[in-house]
């Protein structure tokens, strides 16, 4: 069956360095992947979305890479801020529906 | 513009009974998507409208799950008979209609917390 595997441990960093999460997916072949943050009591926040053909997407402070031979996507945010502090989720999709992942959470501090 | 919004934002039930979960997407959007997400947990689908398409219910756990969407609009999430199982946050999600790639896109709502006791 589909898996998406996103790491279940908090990823604490020091403000000012990079954060990358990694997302792992197996038995799929998704078109699209999809990035979104989400914090207590909200709903998922849209990022960023990088499609199969696309290696590397930007935006801002943003960097996802996607590796369809890897079957990964990393994500990567530069210059962390404190307020980067929340949960981040990958999703995939290669029909209407997406499948997200259980979420890493990321605490940046000062 | 207004975001996605939904009703109520907290609901405490009593096992048993049944509730209703509304959701207002994004005016336009012609997607509309539920999920259920658990503590801990990733988002569970659990049904997908599309235009006047007949919608997907394929993530629907039970019988006791139903939705509908009226008008292509607003739809409302029923659960008859809640169990305490049920008890999680019900996120609604909508979409909008789409060039290459953003039909993809979800805006989420801030999610109904349901508590069955």
């Known amino acids: 069956s589909q898996k998406i595997e996103q790491n279940s441990e908090a990823l604490n960093i020091q403000e000012g360095k990079t954060a990358t999460l990694t997302c792992n997916y197996t038995?799929?072949?998704?078109?699209?992947l999809q990035w979104y943050r989400q914090d207590p009591g909200r709903g998922p926040v849209f990022l960023l979305l990088?499609?199969?053909?696309?290696k590397e997407k930007r935006k801002e402070r943003l960097k996802v890479t996607f590796d369809t031979t890897l079957k990964q996507s990393l994500f990567h945010i530069t210059a962390s801020q404190p307020a980067d502090s929340a949960t981040y989720l990958c999703a995939l999709a290669n029909t209407d529906k997406l499948i997200f992942g259980t979420g890493t959470r990321l605490q940046v501090f000062p | 513009g207004a975001g996605v919004s939904q009703s109520p934002s907290n609901k405490v039930t009593e096992k048993g009974k049944d509730v209703e979960l509304r959701c207002d997407p994004i005016s336009g959007h012609t997607a509309l998507y539920w999920y259920r997400q658990s503590l801990g947990q990733g988002l569970e689908f659990l049904i997908y409208f599309q235009g006047n398409s007949a919608p997907d219910k394929s993530g629907l756990p039970s019988d006791r799950f139903s939705a509908e969407r009226t008008g292509g609009s607003v739809s409302t999430l029923t659960i008859q008979r809640t169990q305490q199982e049920d008890s999680a946050v019900y996120l609604c999600?909508?979409?909008?209609?789409?060039?290459?790639?953003?039909?993809?896109?979800?805006?989420f709502g801030p999610g109904t917390r349901l508590t069955v006791t």
């Open positions: 038995n799929y072949s998704p078109a699209y």
């Open positions: 999600a909508s979409s909008p209609p789409g060039r290459r790639g953003s039909k993809y896109e979800q805006y």
């Open positions: 990088i499609r199969e053909n696309e």
